[in-house]
Each structure stands twice: as C-alpha cells, then as structure tokens.
C-alpha cells in the first residue's frame, strides 16, 4: 500500500485486514535489520553506508561521474553543479568527530582510518581546478552555505583531516574560502555561515573577518525568542533550523572567538558562550521530548528530507560531554537510537548505488524543497556526532534508559516541563 493511502485510511478511521499502524510499521522494518551487536556498532554501520559511496568516489575524482543528480520537483533552476558541494561538506561535517578518533587495529578503526584517508583525497579534489571533481566554488550564492559546513568539518577534526594535507591544498582552500566574502548573506541563517568560515580561517591562525563572526552573533541573539528558541531572521518558523544551523554554528564560532580570544566590542564572548550552550541545553530538552515511544519525531517545517540532522544538537552535546543533567546519556542514546532506526530502516532512503535519495522515510522526492538535491540530503550526517566519543566512553557504556516519552505513555513517572528565562 502506498504512503499516501495508508495515511489516509489512518485519518478516516477505517479498518483494513492486516494493516499496520505507524508504530508498527517501524517497528517491523526495525526487526528486519540484522543484529548489530550494540548501539555504537549499529551507529557507525549506519555512518559508514551513508559515507562510503561519497568518498570513495570523490577520493578518485569520480563523485560528479558516479553521483547521478536527484532535483526537487520545484527546483528554482540554479546551477544544479552545486549539489556535490552541497554533499561533501555536508556529509564530512557530520562524519568529522567520528574520523578525528586515535587510530587503532580495530574492524571499526581500521574502517575509520579508510574513510579518512578517502576524505583528505576528496578535500584535494575538491579545490584542485584540473580535477573532475573541482567544485563550484564560484557563481551561485549556495557556496557560502556548504563551504560552511566543509570548514566546520575541518575545524571540528583538525589534526585528521587538516593537518594531514599538502600545503598546495591548504592554500587552495584558503583561497576559495576567502572568495566567498564576495556573497553577502541575507539576514536569516545564512549570516552563520560566514561567521562560520571566519572563525575557520581564524583557528588556523590565517587573517579574519572579525565583522562578519560579531554580526553574525549579535543577529542571532536578538532573533532569540525565549525557552531555547530562535527565529530564522524576523519571522519566526516552527522547524528544525535551530538544529541545522542555529545552535550548532552559533556554539562553535563563539568557541573558537573564545579560545583563541577574538575581539568583540562591548561584550565578553565567554559570557556568550555560556548563554549559548544553556539555550541550546534547553532546546535539546525539547528535541528529546519530541521523539515518540517508536522513535519517530514531528514532520515540521522546511527541510524535513535533511533526516536525523534534526537531532544535531543532541549529538553535539554528548560529544562534548555537556548534556544538561535533565537527560543522562544513557537516555539520549536509547532515544537517538530509536529515531536512527525509524528513519533508516527504509531501504528506499538509498539508490541501488547507496547514494540518498530526496525524502524523510525513504524515497519521497516530493518532500523536497526548492533548494533541495541529493545532495543536500547529507546533512542528515550531523546526527551522527555521538560518534566523535571512544567506544569506551559512558555514553556508549552506561545502560539504556527510557527517553521521556517512552515514560509518559507507559504510565510511568517522568519530570513535567516548564519554560525558562535565560
């Protein structure tokens, strides 16, 4: 039965012989999958289908030969050469704190030390102008955004994926970036992505725009609306932007203005910080309090084919060890797992070639937006920070424990819920 006409029969109440509800349609495709061992095995399992047709291709400058271009159905007609930026930068933002784990002879380490050899050949291609695999760093505006996302990767894993790399590429890379300041962002999210390349530029100790990082800041405190939520610009949009973008590029441009201690007028960066990283605490109670006793989570607002990215702040947080105490680790992993396999269960979520395809459970490419390729879709890697933590860390060792809504309609107890002022 397709989707739509299942949803359908749930709306109108009918009864069908056989049909499954939602939760049990998740609950059958997870059953499907074989045994993963544990959590983390499953996780990195996971992360390594979504990478490895990318970067073993991108590696021997073959990703725009072998990646065949999925469009929105609304596509605006831009440049459709941007979709490869747009899927490298996004996927090894995602997959940065997993590579940038010591070296070790483990299946797992061993694995990660492949893939991270591919994505430093994949940076070479990427800015390499006699390479099939150069990207489009130049014409549409959309370069800002995924240059963003390819910096924060190398911020995020500097001795894995920066240092490694040939001085020729590095100042390839500097080049491009720097280019980009010709692209003035608009007033919404996009103005974190060139805070976001600024404060790259600045944790390698070359020379910063410290103009387009202070703005950038001073933008998104003001669009705060309150109880961890932010607007994207004026208006305020109920979806999952403040897990895309907001908190996560927010919290990492004022960590390096801290550290490597940036010039910010009439305001101390550290207090900042803190603000931020109390905000995004208090959002990421929210993100968790969204995801069902099943593990699936409201389809809201725009780019809902972005998948798991949903949950990014989450997975920032445990990486960094700074969940707020309201939601111990061992709950996180159990909830995040929950949402991994709703998702991913759905082998429609990948081509035959294992490249994603446009959709939120599986291939539904008419849920994609005007800016949406295939590319795109590889944001859903920045669910997968947790990994960046050591097998033997507490967050992969500590026991499962029921998230807040598996509680809640469980008829057990649960903490209520109740707004913030900072």
Known sequence: MERRHFMRAVVAGTTVSGLLGASAQVQARAATLPDHGNDRAYMTGLLQKMAEPVLSAMAKGELQKKFQLELSPTWDGRDKQVAYLECFGRLVAGAAPWLALPEDNTPEGLTRKRLQQMALQSYTHSVDPKSPDYLLWKGHGQALVDSAYFTNALMRAPKALWEPLDSITKQRIISEIKGLRR????????????????????????????????????????????????????????????????????????????????????????????????????????????????????????????????????????????????????????????????????????????????????????????????????????????????????????????????????????????????
């Open 183 to 422: 692209i003035e962002p608009p007033y919404i999210n996009w103005m974190l992505f060139a805070a976001m390349n600024e404060a790259w530029l600045m944790s390698i100790g070359e020379e910063y725009d410290p103009m387009r990082m202070n703005v950038a800041i001073r933008k998104i405190n003001e669009w705060y609306i309150g109880d961890g939520w932010i607007k994207d610009g004026e208006a305020f949009h109920f979806d999952y932007y403040n897990s895309f973008v907001m908190y996560p590029m927010l919290y990492e441009v004022l960590e390096v203005l801290v550290k490597f201690k940036g010039p910010f007028w009439n305001a101390k960066p550290a207090d900042l910080q803190a603000q931020a990283l109390k905000r995004m605490q208090r959002y990421s109670e929210h993100l968790e309090r969204f995801i069902s006793p099943e593990g699936t989570y409201p389809p809201i607002g725009r780019s809902l084919t972005y998948r798991t990215a949903a949950f990014q702040p989450l997975g920032l947080l445990a990486w960094r060890k700074q969940l707020p105490t309201s939601l111990p680790e061992g709950q996180v992993r159990a909830a995040m797992q929950a949402v991994h396999k709703a998702i991913w269960t759905e082998p429609s979520n990948f081509t035959s070639d294992g490249f994603l395809t446009i959709g939120f459970v599986g291939h539904q490419p008419e849920l994609g937006d005007w800016y949406s390729n295939n590319g795109s879709m590889y944001l859903a890697s920045e669910g997968f920070l947790a990994l960046g933590l050591p097998e033997s860390d507490s967050y992969w060792t500590t026991p499962p424990l029921d998230w807040t809504q598996k509680k809640a309609f469980g008829g057990h107890k649960f903490p209520k819920d109740y707004p913030v002022s900072y």
